[in-house]
């Protein structure tokens, strides 16, 4: 069995649909899921889409950490040449804070 909710403008537009095909919302949306899974050409697409989104979020990670480990390679030298903060201890901050 599969239950799921659907936010209340996308019920909505389903309700609507299923009274255009003179059928119940569950109905509806058993056809809707039964005509997506079987579709080979669909799946695809999908699995694409999938794939893309997983690619863009691993470049995203790998990006922002290149970005915090250049701001803790800036942040420590301004520290180091501008306060009286240990070496140690400006390493361990951005260490802790910043650099993955």
Known sequence: MVSFR??????GKL??????HDLSAGEYARLLVTEVLQDEN???VLQAVQ???TE???AMKS???KLGSNLGAVLEAVLLN????????VESWVRDNLKT
């Open 51 to 53: 794939d893309s989104r």
């Open 6 to 11: 659907f936010p209340d403008p996308l019920y």
């Open 56 to 58: 863009f979020l691993r």
């Open 15 to 20: 309700l609507a649909k299923a009274a255009l």
């Open 82 to 89: 501008l306060t009286e903060v240990t070496e140690a201890d």
């Open 42 to 44: 669909r799946q695809q």
């Open 63 to 65: 990006q922002f950490e």
